[in-house]
């Protein structure tokens, strides 16, 4: 990269560094911009306008802000700055001192440090898109590595957010989710997009962490930016996937599956909205897909593995009465190899409250009872299992309302009422007062911001919607017209 030097001074053509042998020069990114543009150009006359749109780019500044970034310039080389930087009235300005240019040869051992950083960045990515929980931690320290050299620079910001939100999901099911590394996630996806507002793979990672916080809105509209600046990369569509709902879920999950065949977790985003719509037989058809994608996956290192297939899908064929099957795919699900996975212990989790409510439908008690335990054994945050283990044990009511209470106020708060209101439900359904539930759902679902809350109630073992349809058709109703 080339080194410019004038009188005792130096600019450093890549780190934009002003240096007075080993001082270094404070100014601000716009100010080393207007001295870099009149340097490069030395000595020929820049241009206000070239200047500013060098400088500031989008932002609407006047003359002014140019004249007193000069003025600061000035000052900054001193009493004789104005042997440096001489003014041309009504042109612009023009650097009059000799410049002399340098280009800078690495050695190895230079390009090695370079190259880290960027090796760290890779190596992170390539742990992260695996969903296992050990390389996500993995990733996690690349990252930061990659920042701690590269502060200046976007993508270690992008990389790190990514990682932060994935910790947090990890800990989404547990009693004490990790929130500190929501919020890192958040700053440093914004720090990302403000460093280079370009980079769609910023934009689509801010839209992932605002939609874990609740901001459902800010979002979408992040992950339609990053579609929009890359149309054909499949990270992005399945990222408006995750993020969106009804039939944009569905047109961006296609589109991701168009991109990159085999993608599991597209089909399973699918489902999803043909689950809430209550058409079950396109849910099977597309988790069938996802299943036969998840299983053709490679153990380990395969990108957006899937998971939590098997669970659904033993959903739909107990909705469908065919309970035998249903516990096979369960087994499936709770497979050593799911347990690896970032949502694995909370999919098996899904599958533990299944049993227990069947058990409890079946008139067994102590058995779902057991099972609920088993769910918060794994996921202590479950909130299903949570309710229906709360509702089963007078005994211990008091300490477990209390956590529970809390988890009620944490969802409220973040905008998701109807998953709150549906766990509000199950000691109600649990004691035969459906109409109560079925009503303070209705009543949530017409409340709620548009999204994906409340998809799976269609297919819930312990609410049994089919089982009273005379009561919850407001609720199925009010599903099917969320998810359209």
């Known amino acids: ?78 009493d004789t700055g104005a ?49 296992e929980r050990e390389r996500v931690t993995g990733a996690e320290a690349a990252f930061r590595r990659a920042l701690e050299a590269l502060p200046d620079l976007a993508a270690p910001h992008v990389g790190l957010a990514n990682a932060c939100a994935f910790r947090f999901e990890m800990t989404r099911s547990l009693d004490a989710p990790d929130l500190g590394a929501l919020s890192s996630a958040v700053q440093h996806a914004r720090e990302a997009c403000q460093l280079e507002p370009g980079l769609a793979e910023a934009w689509a990672t801010l839209g992932f962490v605002l939609s874990r916080a609740g901001h459902s809105t800010d979002a979408l509209a992040a992950s339609r930016r990053a579609v929009a600046l890359e149309p054909d990369n499949w990270r992005h569509q399945l990222r408006l996937a995750f993020v969106s709902w009804g039939e944009e879920r569905l047109r961006a999950a296609s589109r991701a599956l168009r991109l990159l065949p085999g993608l599991a977790l597209a089909h399973f985003l699918s489902a999803t909205v043909h689950v809430a719509r209550q058409s079950f037989d396109a849910a099977e058809r597309e988790i069938e897909a996802g299943v036969a994608a998840q299983d053709a996956q490679p153990e380990g290192g395969a990108r957006f593995s899937g998971v939590g297939l098997y669970w659904l899908g033993g959903l ?78 007078a005994a211990h009511a008091d300490t477990v309302d209390a956590a529970l209470d809390s988890q009620l106020v944490r969802l409220r708060e973040h905008g998701f009422i109807i998953d709150a209101a549906i766990a509000a439900g199950v000691p109600c359904v649990m004691r035969g007062d459906d109409a109560v539930a079925a009503t303070a759902i209705e009543a949530a679902c017409a409340e709620a911001p548009p999204g994906s809350q409340g998809w799976l109630l269609p297919l819930d073992p312990l609410f049994q919607l089919q089982a009273r349809p005379d009561v919850w058709a407001g609720v199925m109703a009010a599903l099917r017209t969320r998810a359209a």
């Open 1 to 78: 990269m080339p080194l410019y030097t004038f009188g005792p001074f130096q600019l450093d053509g890549e780190s934009r560094r002003l240096t007075r042998g080993a001082e270094m020069i404070p100014l601000s990114d716009r100010h080393v911009e207007v001295l870099a543009q009149l340097v490069t150009q030395a000595p020929n006359i820049v241009t206000k306008d070239a200047l500013i749109d060098a400088a500031w780019r989008d932002v609407a500044v006047t003359d002014n802000s140019l004249e007193q970034a000069i003025s600061i310039l000035r000052r900054a080389l001193g």
């Open 316 to 393: 739909l064929r107990l909705h469908r009465g065919d309970e035998p099957a249903a516990m096979t795919w369960f087994e499936r699900e709770l497979s050593a190899r799911g347990q690896a996975h970032l949502y694995g212990p909370e999919c098996c989790a899904n599958v533990h409250y299944a049993r227990g409510a069947l058990a409890w439908r079946s008139g067994d008690p102590s058995a779902a009872a057991a099972a609920f335990d088993q769910g918060l054994s794994v996921a202590s945050g479950h909130l299903l299992a949570r309710a229906a283990r709360t509702a089963l044990s």
């Open 83 to 131: 042997l440096f930087i001489e003014t041309v009235p009504r042109r612009g300005y023009r650097f009059v001192a000799p410049v002399t240019r340098e280009v800078r040869r690495e050695s190895d051992e230079g390009l090695a440090a370079l190259l880290a950083p960027h090796r760290a960045w890779l190596e992170g990515q390539s742990l992260l898109e695996t969903l």
